[in-house]
């Protein structure tokens, strides 16, 4: 079923428009990829669904599990099983990750009628995938982000995804930062989310990230909208031939 | 700086959740203040000569300055001008005399106690917490007394120590901070009407927390209460204050003294709770927390550690210091002070090094929200005699909203050069952008308001004792709420 239906989506941040109409349909099980250069609107895109109130929506809708999206507050998003793994992950000094983590997934119990989860039943949950995600126990025990690497930082958003099972992941520039080794393990933390019952969205400016997480379809962003659709291989055509075709290719749809 | 975030937006009050007033007879003197004032009290409390001579002394003292004129003008307060003769200097709850258990308390003040969630009761007494409570002027219970007896502590009210220990009391009032001192603590010299009193023996270390709860309850009095804790060689005790106050429109004046003695290796520990009415969302009424504590570290490797939480009165005026007498003595300040709508704070430390190789710290916290001002002023004085004396000192300020201030006020005067000296600070704002993180992820945005905030204080929350972090805690949240919309 549809789970993610976003008609005609237009939306302005400072007075210029970003989104000039966005047209995108998510099914549970699938995982889609948006691409684009620099400046395209993905960014915009993947924070607008996350509920982020800095953006002005002028135009669209958004249907999540059929609900209105655009009048969801960003924590009633998240409740309902939305997640952005951030671009750029935000430093909380002073509190734990794990203090955090399990703070964060009792909300989301309370919001939906569950017992919350003390610290001993949480611990054996974050040990589980902080070994999937070949990530040290330590971690756990700093301040949110504080002092993490980069690549410490994207592992420690797919962790989250990891713990908080959401319905719907939103991956933005997760690869940005990335070598080689740690990219596989974010790669391989994200496939072993892949479920029938869950989406994936990945916002990616590079197809090496999708090399590892292999999408089903491939949308391309260019001045805010979509400038072409396919599959897999349209991430490969891309990386070869770069975003100037992707027009070109529209105009010769056209 | 562009407009604000709109998830950050003006304040809105919260309620004030221990804004009752209890409905008790009360036994008070006539408003004004004059010899007979002084007499009046003093004759209430049944006191020796020495204790009403040093009283009038301060009196007189108070008589000669300048009135309003003679108030420290220096803090980065603003007020209007205080009618000294249009307050009343005592107040005490009728009630009969001698109370043998706390079952002859007035069932009235014992719910007051029990809405404030005060460990009066017997089975709350497990929980380890001695309560000397003060309710305006007078102390009305001190549990634990056998037990404390037992150890050889001595903790008792002003004016029981007066009675029963003068030549403690006569030794020690004012060692610390004479009646000369500074405008309010010469008026408290001269007024104070009651307190907490604490002697510590030789080796002992105190078996339990002692707490004192302050409240003010009668309209248009002054609570002007006196501790006074003396810990002998190698004794340790630690203190806790909490005050909260009914709401009430008119401002109410607060003028406490706190001495702390500390012998050779002694420690004490001094930690506050502070929740005075804050005055509503518009800054009309409050308390004047105008209070002057100090601690003397009299004896060598002795150590005294404030730790304060400060989220009440509109306006706070104070600063916990330390005189490092005693050679290799230790100081420590810890303080968040946070304030918000149209509070104000001034407040900070002062750590004056004299012995040498005399150590100190302070670590502040300031959180500004709403109109709220938060200064932190403090200085750090090392003398001549004091050789490798060394300071640490952090202070950091936090931001919520944009019409709110943060002021920082440090003065280092160093006449040694052997001496330490380490100072860092930092001013942050809570962003729309770490809120909309942890929104992301589930949280309210006043839960997530209230985490960032603990995050930033946690280094202070670690040095009060477990129960009371947790409370703090809570307080933090509570009197932020509404502080982002």
Redesign the interface.
């Known amino acids: 079923m549809s789970l993610l239906e976003i008609k005609d989506l237009k939306v302005r941040v400072d007075g210029r428009e970003i989104l000039k109409g966005i047209n995108l349909e998510i099914n549970t099980g699938e995982v889609h990829s948006i691409m684009g250069p620099n400046g395209s609107g993905k960014s915009t895109l993947a924070q607008v669904l996350a509920r982020r109130e800095t953006y002005e929506v002028t135009g669209g809708e958004v249907l999540f599990k059929g609900k209105n999206l655009l009048e969801l507050k960003a924590e009633d998003a998240a409740c309902e099983g939305l997640f952005l793994a951030f671009q750029y992950p935000v430093e909380i000094p002073g509190i734990s990750n794990a203090y955090f983590l399990r703070s964060a997934l009792n909300a989301i119990r309370k919001y939906r009628g569950e017992d919350e989860m003390n610290a001993m039943d949480f611990l054996p949950l974050m040990r589980e995938k902080l070994k999937l995600l070949d990530m040290n126990e330590t971690l756990m025990n700093r301040s949110v982000n504080e002092s993490f690497s980069g690549g410490e930082k994207k592992r420690n958003e797919i962790l989250q995804m990891a713990v908080l099972q959401p319905k719907l992941a939103i991956l933005d520039e997760t690869d940005s930062g990335l070598d080689i080794d740690a990219l596989r393990v974010v790669a391989q933390g994200v496939n072993a989310m892949r479920s029938p019952d869950r989406a994936i969205l990945v916002v990616t400016h590079y197809q090496r990230l999708l090399n590892y997480i292999v999408p089903d379809r491939v949308h391309v962003l260019v001045e805010g909208r979509f400038m072409r659709s396919g599959g897999p291989e349209l991430a490969l055509e891309l990386e070869e031939k770069g975003y100037a075709t992707a027009e070109t290719g529209r105009e010769r749809r056209v | 700086m562009g407009n604000p975030?709109?998830?950050i937006a003006p304040l809105v009050n919260q309620e004030y959740k221990w804004g009752f007033v209890t409905d008790i007879n009360e036994d008070r003197a006539p408003k004004g203040l004059n010899e007979g004032t002084i007499r009046f009290i003093s004759a209430k409390k049944n006191e020796p000569d020495f204790m009403l001579e040093w009283r009038l002394k301060a009196y007189r003292h108070w008589a000669s300055l300048q009135q309003s004129d003679a108030e420290p003008k220096w803090a980065n307060i603003k007020y209007g001008p205080i009618d000294y003769q249009n307050i009343s200097y005592y107040s005490a709850p009728k009630q009969k005399a001698n109370l043998k258990s706390l079952d002859e308390l007035d069932p009235e003040i014992r719910r007051t106690y029990e809405k404030l969630g005060i460990p009066l009761e017997e089975q709350k007494m497990l929980a380890g917490v001695a309560v000397d409570a003060v309710f305006d002027s007078v102390s009305v219970a001190t549990t634990f007394k056998a037990k404390l007896a037992e150890a050889g502590v001595i903790f008792c009210s002003f004016t029981e120590a007066v009675q029963k220990h003068p030549d403690l009391v006569k030794n020690y009032i004012g060692s610390v901070v004479p009646y000369t001192d500074n405008f309010f603590a010469t008026l408290n010299s001269a007024v104070f009407s009651d307190g907490s009193f604490v002697y510590v023996p030789k080796g002992v270390r105190c078996p339990m927390e002692l707490s004192t709860y302050f409240r003010i309850n009668a309209a248009e009095t002054g609570q002007f209460e006196r501790t006074l804790i003396v810990a002998d060689e190698g004794a340790y005790v630690s203190y806790l204050e909490g005050c909260t106050a009914p709401i009430r429109d008119e401002n109410q004046l607060h003028a406490a003294v706190v001495e702390l003695v500390a012998l050779d290796d002694a420690q004490i520990k001094y930690s506050t709770v502070q929740n005075w009415y804050p005055g509503d969302k518009n800054g009309k009424g409050g308390i004047y927390n105008f209070v002057t504590k100090r601690g003397k570290c009299l004896g060598k490797s002795s150590r005294i550690s404030w730790t304060q939480v400060e989220t009440g009165s509109a306006i706070t005026w104070k600063y916990p210091s330390c005189i490092l007498q005693g050679d290799d003595s230790i100081g420590e300040f810890y303080s968040v002070a946070l304030t918000n709508n149209y509070q104000q704070a001034d407040t900070g430390t002062k750590m004056i090094h004299l012995g040498k190789n005399t150590r100190s710290t302070i670590v502040s916290k300031g959180i500004s929200a709403g109109h709220g001002q938060n200064t932190y002023r403090g200085l750090v004085k090392i003398l001549k005699g004091a050789a490798g004396a060394r300071n640490y000192t952090q202070c950091d300020s936090l931001l919520i909203g944009n019409q709110c201030g943060a002021h920082t006020f440090p003065y280092i005067e160093v006449k040694n050069a052997t001496a330490r000296m380490e100072h860092e600070a930092s001013t942050s704002k809570i962003g729309?952008?770490?809120l909309?993180?942890?929104?992301?992820?589930?949280?309210?945005?006043e839960?997530a308001v209230s985490?960032?905030v603990?995050?930033?204080?946690?280094?202070v929350f670690r040095e009060l004792p477990m129960e009371f972090a947790v409370e703090a805690q809570k307080l933090l949240s509570v009197s932020l709420e509404g502080s982002v919309g």
Do not use: H, V, W
């Open positions: 975030p709109a998830s729309e952008e770490q909309f993180y942890l929104r992301q992820r589930g949280l309210k945005t839960d985490m960032i603990n995050g930033f204080c946690k280094r």
